[in-house]
């Protein structure tokens, strides 16, 4: 069960985990389809995160996205850049990047992983170092758990599903690169 905590705190826990993630990393990462048809995929991305503070203009944008009523609301984002490559063959490299605002308890975001509209996620830590997102949207749910372990690693892990049916199992190793 995880604690609930205020939400003075739980912004405090927010800052210093995109604070420590900021940097440059290489993810290489593994989808698992939960049919039991399909081979697990594989991708390796270069991602560069930016830490942002209140009142960058990154997070100014994600408020109006949002239609806060203020941007003070989001006391801490980061912007997220990647490109992806796949060993297969039939799929290209892709690019693209997303804003993170966090605000109270609701991590706001331009995009989400599956849509290119504006989505939130309740976030919450069982420690300093564990991050847990869930988003809903389009009849999916998303679930994360991002572990800082030290300053070199990340781990993440996210569960897709529909109408409550687990889909797919994303699982992350991400090394630092600076």
Not at 76 to 95: F, I, L, M, N
Not at 125 to 134: E, G, S
Not at 144 to 164: D, F, P, W
């Amino acid at each position: 069960m995880t604690p609930t905590l205020c939400p003075a705190t739980l912004e405090t826990l927010i800052t210093d985990f995109f604070r420590r993630s900021a940097g440059e990393w290489r993810s290489q990462r593994r989808y698992y389809t939960l049919n039991g048809t399909e081979e697990p995929q594989e991708v390796a991305s270069d991602i560069t995160v930016v830490f942002l503070t209140a009142g960058a203009p990154e997070l100014e944008h994600l408020a109006c996205l949002h239609q806060l009523e203020k941007a003070e609301h989001l006391v801490c984002g980061a912007r997220v850049t990647w490109e992806s490559h796949y060993p297969q063959p039939h799929r290209k490299p892709s690019k693209g990047s997303t804003i993170f605002g966090a605000g109270g308890a609701i991590l706001y975001r331009d995009r989400g992983f599956a849509t290119a509209k504006p989505v939130v996620a309740d976030y919450s830590f069982t420690n300093p170092q564990t991050m847990t997102l869930k988003t809903e949207y389009n009849g999916a749910s998303f679930e994360e758990e991002l572990k800082l372990i030290g300053a070199q690693y990340r781990t993440r892990q996210t569960i897709i599903s529909r109408a409550g049916q687990e889909q797919m199992i994303g699982q992350y190793l991400e090394t630092r690169r600076s």
